[in-house]
């Protein structure tokens, strides 16, 4: 289903291993988990923009919500006039109900490409993509201060040995990037929660449990379930991407709210002396 984003994601990690496997050695973790974080600082960088459209047309809709309220209220047992009213509305001012969701939906396809290529470097595989046996086993192969790529934390001491590595090196690593992941989760996550709680405290409230919820599920994931640590480089990565592009768009949106309140003209109330 994803093989038409699959084989970009894989060329753009075969890249970026090609030029840290240059500087430093090919089969050195140091230029898989540089190929691993720069992959994903690459995807990211080039979905910023549809990015930065999903916060702006979530903010239009942040600023009907007063409307959209009076709405429901006033046609709630209308459903058709309910929707047709706020389909005006979104109309009037150039917004649309799904203007935060399809840009979220754009990235989804790539982003979850990015993952499956990740998570298939495994031990037999012919090829992964454009990497062929030779690169397959060079990632395999591949370790973070003693923790393999390839490998989980929840695998047996057997098979760690088989591989070189043990519980002790994997937790040691593993446990540290699904912490940090987390908190740029829970930041990330924590900082969209004071606007919506003003504007729309039902969705807060799921934000807030998903605020504990995400992060919890990162340690429970990467803790229990085959999720290799080059998976857990990735979730940290994206995260703290996430954490600095909020904080980053939601400053450019905001300058753009203010320069448009600034060049909004202001009614001038009747001058002294005259009937309004």
């Given amino acids: 289903m994803f093989d038409v984003f699959l084989y970009p994601v894989s060329t753009i990690l075969w890249f970026w291993h090609k030029v840290f496997g240059a500087v430093s050695s090919p089969d050195s973790g140091v230029a898989w988990v540089l190929s691993i974080v720069f992959l994903v600082f690459t995807l990211r960088l080039l979905l910023v923009k549809p990015a930065l459209s999903a916060l702006r047309a979530g903010r239009r809709t942040q600023a009907l919500a007063p409307q959209l309220q009076k709405i429901k209220d006033k046609y709630g047992k209308d459903r058709q006039r309910m929707a047709k009213e706020i389909q005006k509305l979104h109309a009037d001012n150039g917004s649309s109900p799904l203007g935060g969701c399809l840009p979220a939906l754009i990235q989804l396809p790539v982003l979850l490409s990015l993952y499956w290529v990740l998570r298939d470097f495994t031990p037999g595989a012919a090829s992964n993509h454009v990497f062929d046996r030779e690169g397959v086993q060079s990632f395999l192969n591949a370790d ?3 923790a393999k790529l390839g490998n989980w934390l929840s695998q047996s001491a057997a098979e ?3 591989f070189g590595t043990d519980h002790t090196r ?3 690593v ?3 990037l699904m912490l940090i992941a987390g908190l740029a989760t829970f930041f990330s996550l924590r900082a969209g929660l004071t606007r919506q709680t003003s504007t729309a405290p039902q969705a807060a409230g799921i934000a807030k449990l998903m605020m504990y919820l995400a992060p919890l599920g990162m340690l429970v994931s990467g803790s ?8 857990l480089l990735y979730f940290l990565a994206t995260n703290v991407w996430t954490l600095a592009q909020q904080h980053f768009l939601t400053k450019v949106v905001d300058r753009e709210e203010e320069t448009r309140k600034a060049e ?5 109330g009747p001058r002294p ?3 309004p």
């Fill in 174 to 176: 593993g446990v540290p």
């Fill in 170 to 172: 994997m937790i040691a």
């Fill in 224 to 231: 229990f379930f085959p999720v290799p640590i080059g998976v």
């Fill in 144 to 146: 973070l201060f003693g």
């Fill in 273 to 275: 002396g005259n009937t």
């Fill in 264 to 268: 909004k003209p202001k009614v001038e």
């Fill in 160 to 162: 760690l040995a088989a």
